[in-house]
């Protein structure tokens, strides 16, 4: 799944240079949003930086030929137990460019309705599920309570095509 690339790449000046990356499959994010325009959050312990991260429910495109929509829609059913019916693209945000050709596809949905999370992995075994006004979410990017890129790039693009959930 993670490959570590090594390439030859040629500058548009026409220098030689070598680069290693790490490849990936990529990842998809979901801005589930409820009837209460709140917007579901987890805090999810991050190996990477010892620390919990406030992030969007969000997971690897681990499942070959699965369309990344369903695996939005899968992963928030996982982790939060929400369920939505349907979702719908808002953009793709690169990850790490410098380090990874890994991107994220992130999506939205309104009404989410709650189920049984169903956890995969060490992680999502302590996870926690937030439910946040969408407007104290942007506050929080704003005041840095919130800091992954996923997360901000989300919510900005959520509210920029839908900006009655600030209401």
Same mark, same amino acid.
């Given at each position: 799944?993670? !490959?570590? /690339?090594? @390439?030859?790449?040629? $500058?548009? !000046? *026409?220098?030689?240079?070598?680069?290693?990356?790490? $490849?990936?499959?990529?990842? =998809?994010?979901?801005?589930?949003?409820?009837?209460? *325009?709140?917007?579901?959050?987890?805090?999810?312990?991050?190996?990477?930086?010892?620390?919990?991260? %406030?992030? %969007? &429910?969000?997971?690897?495109?681990?499942?070959? #030929?699965?369309? &990344?929509? =369903?695996?939005?829609?899968?992963? /928030?059913?996982?982790?939060?137990?929400?369920?939505? +019916? *349907?979702?719908?693209?808002?953009?793709?945000?690169? $990850?790490?460019?410098?380090? +990874?050709? $890994?991107?994220?596809?992130?999506?939205?949905?309104? #009404?989410?309705?709650?189920?049984?999370?169903?956890?995969?992995?060490?992680?999502?075994?302590?996870?926690?599920?937030? %439910?946040?006004?969408? @407007?104290?979410?942007?506050?929080?990017?704003?005041?840095?309570?919130?800091?992954?890129?996923?997360?901000?790039?989300?919510?900005?693009?959520?509210? !920029? !095509?839908? &900006?009655? /959930?600030?209401?």
């Amino acid at each position: 799944m993670f !490959r570590l /690339l090594r @390439r030859f790449i040629q $500058s548009p !000046r *026409n220098d030689e240079f070598e680069r290693t990356f790490v $490849s990936t499959p990529g990842a =998809v994010a979901i801005v589930a949003v409820t009837q209460e *325009n709140h917007v579901i959050l987890v805090s999810q312990y991050r190996a990477t930086f010892d620390s919990y991260v %406030l992030e %969007l &429910p969000a997971g690897m495109r681990d499942v070959e #030929g699965e369309e &990344p929509m =369903v695996t939005a829609v899968r992963e /928030l059913k996982e982790e939060t137990g929400y369920v939505a +019916t *349907n979702a719908e693209h808002l953009g793709t945000c690169l $990850s790490s460019p410098g380090v +990874t050709d $890994s991107t994220v596809e992130v999506f939205v949905t309104h #009404g989410v309705v709650l189920g049984e999370a169903e956890p995969h992995g060490p992680e999502e075994d302590f996870m926690t599920v937030h %439910l946040v006004p969408v @407007r104290e979410a942007i506050a929080m990017v704003d005041d840095g309570r919130i800091q992954d890129a996923k997360t901000a790039y989300g919510l900005m693009l959520a509210v !920029r !095509r839908f &900006p009655h /959930l600030l209401v």
